[in-house]
């Protein structure tokens, strides 16, 4: 049983490596175009390709099932964020399309690996009733430290070079990731974690809401600033306060969905989300105000948060030895609709801009009638399928 002490030093040790990692994937996000753009002379072939390998370490998370034969879950987790920061830091050095590639694919191989083992050791050291309110917390830090990482990449703009702020922000990365690869915040006598790839029928609403809330991200994250761009003509600073407004009141309302999730429970939460997402795909789709638009744009951001509660019903009916072999399968499910969402969505879109966004009104009508399954009593064990 994990002692409170146990639990403590855990979440400290998330909050440092959460922290590390939000800036690191968010300065990337902040530089990268405009470095691909002005200092390696990308074109909009190479730069699809460059936002396509970004996905492929999401797809292949299943693999940290493997490395944690070699691995503690803990130190592997530090040591993802550590390769988080070499690809950041590297990026401004290897200022050619291979070169991006090849740190992109080293950044979002750390950011993916982390955040997997950040949900696994979440679920594994905290109580049911408490998981929900850290997972809460630990996403208003990164909210939180996505806006700190904009303002300093806005003035720091003004005195260096992006191979000098790439350089300096993934050095300081590395340096806070290494202090913590050091560190050994685990308890002896947790649970021991299945090392191998399972698949139990009991568990498919999981994967099933996994999935589909892997797609409607994709609709969210391909087409609505799209929408707002090329429709109602947002410019970059529209879309940058759009931004810092998400990231802060999801500072303030991150840690408030995990209370709310820890006292209502998973089926209300979830289907007020779902529910909630029917109509603003709706207003996606038909309205004509670029004030509604924005608005939509801010309220969508704010249900991401909501994922939450997936994961924790996942803790309240899984097996504890589980717990680390599924968020990993669970996370390369959730990024499959990220390799054809974007593809079909962009044709989709060349007949009429609104068919993705009544396709994401019929995947949010889809994942609130599975919502209803949730049931949070422990079903009878059963023998798992191995694959892999």
């Known amino acids: 049983m994990t002692t409170e002490t146990d639990s403590r030093r855990m979440y400290a040790f998330l909050l440092v490596l959460?922290?590390?990692?939000a800036a690191g994937l968010q300065g990337w996000r902040t530089l990268i175009n405009n470095f691909a753009v002005e200092s390696v002379g990308i074109d909009g072939r190479q730069m699809g390709v460059i936002q396509s390998v970004r996905e492929i370490p999401?797809?292949?998370s299943l693999l940290v099932i493997y490395l944690l034969f070699l691995v503690k879950e803990h130190k592997l987790a530090a040591f993802s964020v550590l390769v988080l920061g070499a690809g950041v830091a590297l990026t401004g050095a290897l200022s050619s399309f291979h070169g991006l590639v090849f740190t992109t694919l080293a950044m979002s191989a750390g950011f993916h690996y982390y955040?997997?083992?950040n949900q696994s050791l979440t679920l594994q050291y905290f109580e049911k009733s408490r998981s929900p309110v850290v997972f809460g917390r630990l996403r208003g830090v990164a909210a939180g430290v996505n806006v700190a990482t904009g303002v300093l990449i806005f003035f720091a703009s003004m005195l260096l070079t992006y191979g000098q702020m790439f350089a300096i922000m993934g050095a300081a990365i590395m340096a806070a990731a290494l202090w913590c690869l050091f560190q050994d915040p685990s308890d002896p006598h947790i649970v021991p974690q299945t090392k191998k790839m399972i698949l139990r029928s009991r568990y498919w609403l999981f994967y099933a809401l996994t999935f589909m809330g892997g797609a409607r991200r994709q609709i969210f994250v391909a087409f609505a600033v799209f929408l707002l761009v090329e429709r109602f003509d947002y410019s970059v600073r529209a879309v940058?306060?759009?931004?810092?407004i998400n990231n802060v009141i999801n500072y303030f309302l991150s840690p408030l969905i995990g209370k709310a999730i820890a006292r209502f429970?998973?089926?209300?939460?979830?289907?007020?989300e779902y529910f909630s997402l029917l109509w603003i795909f709706f207003a996606y789709a038909f309205t004509d105000s670029r004030i509604l638009a924005g608005v939509m744009y801010v309220l969508d951001f704010v249900f991401f948060n909501f994922a939450i509660a997936i994961r924790t019903y996942f803790q309240k009916i899984a097996d504890?030895?589980?717990i680390a072999s599924s968020m990993a399968v669970g996370f390369t499910i959730n990024h499959i609709a990220a390799v054809a969402i974007p593809v079909f969505g962009g044709i989709l879109w060349m007949i009429d801009y609104r068919i993705p966004f009544l396709a994401g009104m019929g995947m949010s009508l889809v994942s609130l009638v599975l919502t209803q399954f949730i049931r949070t009593e422990i079903a009878p064990r059963e023998k798992p399928r191995?694959?892999?």
């Open 240 to 244: 940058t306060v759009l931004f810092v």
């Open 386 to 388: 191995e694959s892999g």
């Open 58 to 60: 999401g797809f292949l």
């Open 18 to 21: 959460t922290a590390l990692s």
């Open 265 to 272: 429970g998973e089926r209300k939460v979830l289907s007020l």
């Open 115 to 117: 955040e997997t083992l």
């Open 320 to 322: 504890p030895r589980d």
